[in-house]
């Protein structure tokens, strides 16, 4: 079974020997919590129509992977999306991750291993955080801001880029009687082009998919896919794809005996702790413009790292 306890929802999934996903559950939680993570793992059970005692191992990933009950082992976010996401679309180059409170885009090889990532995990610009104040200022759910947006046009400038203003922001234009799919449909834009700025950091790469819960919106997809000048592709469960690859490397290690066990991704979490350790994020950190360099974005995997995460 693979475990993803992230920032605002808990994912569970489970694969057969032959690496298979069959069955899966993504439970909405308030805050990282336990309660949330085990009814996510016994959905998953209750969908695979199996129980915890045909589990041979776990593994987690996510912000809240040390909380995870019954952990084997766990792996950071970049390594399992990669994974994940190589086998929902086999042969992708490119995989952006947009969660709940961060954002990545990882290269990945033909084995869904990581070349190279960078990570945006100090600033709300670019994270589903965004989407989700979004929808709070226009009293719509997240579920149907990406529609919403379909409808407007991107042709409002939206100047802060920074989560806590942007609220005010989208406020003062709808006093300024500007239409919420025209606010929408801008909001996205401006959020594809971070999006944009985090791939330059890695190099595009196709073909490309979208994971994390922000894949699910369409507004966004066609954005980033806009900004990037090539398509994304369309992802069944966009939102499972860390625990899914979570879910791959448990079934490795079990089959280390026969197989080979799972690679440990130790670089990769070293270069995720450089980034979180960069300082506590804070509004002066940012000037709102769409260039500005955001402390803690993730720089490019130095070489003599790279080699050690497979
Ligand atoms: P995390 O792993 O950090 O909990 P997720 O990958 O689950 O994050 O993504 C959560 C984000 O996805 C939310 O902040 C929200 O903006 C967005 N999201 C979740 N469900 C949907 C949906 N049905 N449509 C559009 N966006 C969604």
């Given at each position: 079974m693979g475990v993803d306890l992230g920032s605002t929802t808990a994912k569970a999934a489970v694969v057969d020997e032959s690496g298979a996903l069959v069955g899966s559950s993504v439970v909405q939680m308030g805050a990282v919590s336990r309660e949330a993570v085990a009814r996510a793992m016994d959905g998953a059970l209750a969908a695979a129509g199996v129980s915890q005692a045909d589990i041979r191992r776990t593994i987690s990933t996510g912000y809240g992977r040390k909380l995870v009950p019954g952990t084997d082992r766990t792996f950071t976010e970049i390594t399992c999306h990669a994974r994940g996401a190589a086998a929902l679309h086999?042969?992708?180059r490119l995989v952006i991750d947009i969660g709940g409170q961060d954002s990545k885009a990882i290269i990945v090889d033909d084995d869904g291993l990581v070349e190279r990532f960078a990570m945006n995990?100090?600033?709300?610009?670019?994270?589903g955080r965004f989407f989700d104040v979004l929808a709070r200022a226009l009293e719509v759910d997240v579920s149907a801001v990406g529609e919403l947006a379909l409808a407007g046009s991107e042709t409002l400038e939206v100047s802060s880029m920074c989560a806590t203003f942007a609220e005010t922001e989208v406020i003062s234009l709808l006093a300024q009687g500007r239409e919420r799919a025209d606010i929408a449909a801008s909001v996205h834009k401006a959020v594809a082009a971070r999006t944009l700025g985090l791939v330059a950091q890695v190099g595009k790469a196709t073909p490309t998919v979208m994971t994390g819960g922000v894949a699910k919106n369409p507004a966004a997809r066609l954005h980033v896919s806009r900004a990037l000048g090539h398509p994304v592709e369309i992802l069944d469960q966009p939102q499972i794809a860390g625990a899914y690859g979570a879910g791959l490397l448990a079934r490795d290690d079990y089959a280390g005996g026969s197989g080979s066990p799972a690679p440990s991704d130790a670089a990769t979490e070293e270069q995720v702790q450089v980034s979180l350790s960069a300082g506590t994020p804070h509004c002066?950190?940012?000037?709102?413009?769409?260039?500005h360099p955001h402390?803690?974005?993730?720089?490019?995997?130095p070489l003599e790292l790279q080699r050690n995460i497979r």
């Open positions: 086999p042969g992708v995990d100090r600033c709300a610009s670019g994270t002066q950190d940012c000037d709102g413009s769409p260039g402390p803690g974005t993730g720089e490019p995997v």
